[in-house]
């Protein structure tokens, strides 16, 4: 049989490989590097080889759901819209439109189709309760960036190919691949970094991969980053180590920020931290003495109870050094397509202002638009005016993201209309009324945009699918618009998705010619939209995204400028570059300086310094990642969950002495939200006081059909994270330092 072998980047996390997908006789026989791809030169992880594994698998819909006497069922496209149709109306005319919510999950970070449609499902569809994982992720760096810096994507990501001098808290490429940082083969950048004379110091209660690539690790208190932070801070005033170099003039705030840290000592902090105080004093002088150095935070210092003060304090000390925006420092990123989250949003046309709403039931105070994603569980479940009847998740399982997940799972039922776009029957799927799937990641194209924010290089790669998709099958634009229209209250017979895309298209390039110092600004938009690719569909957005970018050809204004048609003829992508000093462009403060010390930032100082002379719990429990897992969604590749259980307790030995537990044996962790029985694993990669549980598991409930992941079933450790701890200030949950109690079962 002939293989045939397509190039196509794989769109599962931010390292955005290149792939060569070989296919033979309609079956993917295997996929390998694609050592010809300008940005990722062959490198892959054991994720990406799986794609073939996500194409073939027999649980991913093909066709959608729709539930009837109770089970969901096969249906025709028809048949689905119509059901959602239906469902979603009931819920408009009984109870209004604002009783609409929303939950938009991870892969539309990803997803070439939804990701460039999730601006117009949200323009469209009018829907204004809008929950997200972000708030168990990066929403206290969106905070920081925004108060920063004016924008709450602009957000810097170490330049790791130039760096001599990495300072890594709460992160861990070996699993993750980095996050918040688009680098290719990351821990191979952490060994370059440290070939030629560099250092690399890892921060984190767990002793994990990425330090065996790294100079020094040193273990910290879970949810102490911020204090450490600040105390370096600290030592760079009072030792005289602070050099601005090209950001003199540039920031604002400089001596708030010093007299704001005067407090936070190294020996003020040492106890809470677990850290030496002249370890920290060291730390704060090598990173001063590197000429070109970068502090990079992510997951286990956003998801903890002082988020954004941790997420601000990286990039203070970013700046207080002189390496934001400098080669080898903290930079931006200079996508070559512009993403929508770059666009000028409306809402914070006069700045960010926080908590201008708050939650019916907790009286939570929105943060960046957005509740706590635990407050989706409440607002389902508590009758009342403004009561949540009716639920769209797209590309997201939030039963086993969102903190306390039991309140959720148990409120789900309660909706009078569930519609999911997903693949699969899952954990929050299977509550449905309606699923309509999407293609698989080989029947779509792919394009990265969002990512391209934080990358280390200008590139971009376009892939074509792989396999054509099963006739008759609508891609996720398509849903979604549909959905859109259908939630706006029209009625189905009256608009097609086509059309909504053509008024949107029209709509988005009259607005972008109207952005001052856009590529575009003051063209004739009907001139635009006569030169766009045809559409419909996200190819048109795509081509715009590239053409009125920063190397776009501009529709005709610069010859020789970018479109897709390049990218299309350059299948392993094109590289514009490294990262290049940009903060004049990309700052929107209103000062025009970054802000140094942010109000908000400031006043909640207090609240971190009442913690430092707190009495520690004795035992807390941090998350982890693996790479062999995505979140909650890839459990069902048998390749992946192959080889020995990966949702166990990581528990130190002198803790599991202390319990009474056993290495392989089973063991109760319980909180104030609830319990599990999960199996321990003793290992001293773990810091004393701390255990470790990898989210995205508890595959075992009833109806869900993924045949692979409900025999690795694991614990779902949602149903230990309570949730109503969030981070003050961001409204970010806290699921890493939460207090629990382990013991022998
Ligand atoms: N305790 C704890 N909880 C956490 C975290 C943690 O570290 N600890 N991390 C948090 C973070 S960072 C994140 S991002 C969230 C993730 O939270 P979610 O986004 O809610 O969860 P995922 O597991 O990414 O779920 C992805 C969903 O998309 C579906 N899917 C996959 N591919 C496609 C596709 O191409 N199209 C469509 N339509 N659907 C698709 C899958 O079936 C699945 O239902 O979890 C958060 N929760
Ligand atoms: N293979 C794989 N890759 C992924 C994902 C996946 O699930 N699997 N998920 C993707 C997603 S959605 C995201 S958001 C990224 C996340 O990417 P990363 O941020 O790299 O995520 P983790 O691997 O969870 O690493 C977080 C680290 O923080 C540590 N930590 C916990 N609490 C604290 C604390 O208080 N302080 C400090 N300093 N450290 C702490 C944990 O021990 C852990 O080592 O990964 C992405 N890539
Ligand atoms: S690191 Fe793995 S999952 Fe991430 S893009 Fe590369 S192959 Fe895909
Ligand atoms: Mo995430």
Redesign the pocket.
């Known amino acids: 049989m002939s293989e045939q072998i397509h190039i196509h980047t794989c769109p599962l996390?931010e390292a955005m490989c290149g792939l060569e997908v070989h296919v033979e006789g309609g079956r993917v026989a295997k996929i390998r590097g694609d050592a010809a791809d300008v940005w990722s030169r062959g490198f892959l992880c054991p994720?990406g080889t799986t794609l073939g594994e996500i194409h073939h698998d027999p649980d991913r819909l093909r066709a959608p759901l729709v539930r009837r006497g109770g089970e969901l069922r096969e249906a025709s496209w028809d048949e689905a819209f119509d059901a959602a149709e239906a469902k979603l109306r009931d819920v408009i005319d009984g109870h209004g439109k604002g009783t609409l919510a929303t939950y938009l999950g991870?892969p539309l970070a990803h997803n070439f189709s939804l990701g460039r449609y999730l601006g117009p499902f949200m323009a469209i569809s009018g829907i204004t309760h809008v929950y997200s994982p972000g708030t168990v992720?990066q929403w206290p760096k969106n905070l920081s960036s925004a108060l920063m810096f004016g924008d709450m994507w602009r957000i810097p990501a170490p330049d790791l190919p130039r760096t001599d001098h990495l300072i890594v808290?709460?992160?861990?490429?070996h699993?993750?691949?980095g996050?918040l940082v688009a680098a290719s083969d990351v821990l191979g950048q952490l060994d370059a970094i440290r070939a030629r004379g560099g250092k690399v110091v890892v921060?984190?209660?767990?002793r994990?991969g990425t330090v065996r690539h790294a100079d020094e690790w040193i273990p910290?208190r879970?949810?102490t980053?911020a204090a450490l932070l600040l105390a370096m801070a600290q030592v760079l005033f009072a030792e005289g180590l602070v050099r601005l170099r090209g950001l003199e003039g540039r920031v604002a705030g400089v001596e708030a920020l010093r007299d704001a840290a005067a407090r936070f000592t190294p020996e003020a902090v040492s106890p809470a931290c677990g850290i030496p105080a002249e370890r920290i004093r060291r730390l704060a002088r090598e990173l001063a003495s590197a000429e070109r150095g970068a502090v990079y935070g992510?997951?286990?210092?956003c998801n903890?109870e002082f988020g954004a003060l941790a997420s601000w304090a990286v990039d203070v000390l970013n700046v207080l050094t002189g390496n934001l925006d400098r080669e080898g420092g903290a930079m931006f990123g200079k996508p070559v397509a512009w993403s929508f989250v770059n666009l000028p949003d409306p809402q914070w046309a006069d700045g960010y202002v926080l908590g201008r709403f708050r939650s019916r039931v907790r009286g939570a105070p929105e943060v960046l638009g957005q509740f706590p994603v635990s407050c989706l569980a409440e607002e389902i479940a508590t009758p009342g005016e403004g009561q949540i009847r009716g639920l769209v998740t797209i590309a997201g399982n939030p039963a086993i993201s969102a903190p306390d997940a039991g309140r959720l799972e148990a409120a789900l039922p309660g909706l009078e209309a569930l519609v999911c776009v997903d693949n699969w029957v899952n954990e929050t799927t299977r509550h449905a009324d309606v699923i309509l799937p999407g293609l698989s990641p080989l029947e779509n194209s792919h394009f990265d945009d969002l990512i391209l924010n934080w990358a280390v290089r200008s590139v971009g790669n376009y892939s074509p699918p792989v396999f054509p998709p099963e006739p008759g099958r609508p891609e996720e634009w398509e849903i979604l618009l549909t959905l859109a229209g259908i939630c706006a209250g029209q009625r189905r017979a009256d608009f097609t998705a086509e059309q909504l895309d053509a008024l949107f298209y029209g709509g988005l390039v009259a607005g972008l010619v109207q952005i001052p110092g856009f590529p575009i600004e003051g063209r004739d938009p009907a001139e635009i939209v006569a030169a766009s690719r045809p559409g419909p569909g996200p190819l048109r957005i795509l081509d715009l995204q590239i053409r009125s970018g920063p190397f776009g050809d501009r529709f005709g204004a610069e010859p020789g400028g970018l479109t897709l048609a390049d990218f299309e003829a350059a299948p392993h992508g094109i590289d514009r570059g490294p990262m290049v000093p940009r903060l004049g462009e990309v700052l929107r403060t209103k000062s025009g300086r970054v802000e140094l010390a942010p109000a908000p930032m400031l006043a909640d100082l207090d609240r971190l310094h009442a913690r430092l002379g707190r009495a520690e719990p004795p035992l807390v429990l941090?998350?982890?990642?693996?790479?062999r897992?995505?979140?909650s969604w890839m459990h069902n590749v048998p390749s992946l969950v192959r080889g020995r259980d990966r949702c166990t307790l990581l528990v130190h030995p002198d803790d599991a002495a202390r319990l009474g537990v056993e290495d392989g044996k089973p063991a109760r962790v319980e909180s104030s939200a609830g319990a599990v029985v999960v199996p321990v694993e003793v290992s001293d990669e773990m810091m004393p006081g701390v255990v470790?549980l990898p989210h995205?598991w508890g595959h075992d409930r009833p109806g869900a059909r993924l045949g692979v992941a409900a025999r690795h079933a694991g614990v779902n450790s949602n149903l230990l994270n309570p949730g109503e701890l969030v981070d003050a200030l961001s409204g970010n949950q806290v699921v890493?330092?939460v207090p629990v109690e382990v013991s022998p079962v």
């Not at 808290?169 to 490429?173: E, H, K, V």
């Open positions: 996390c994720k991870n992720d808290l709460g992160a861990n490429p699993a993750s691949q996050s921060i984190d209660p767990r994990t910290i879970p949810g980053d992510r997951i286990g210092t903890q941090v998350s982890r990642r693996h790479v897992s995505n979140n470790s995205g890493n330092g």
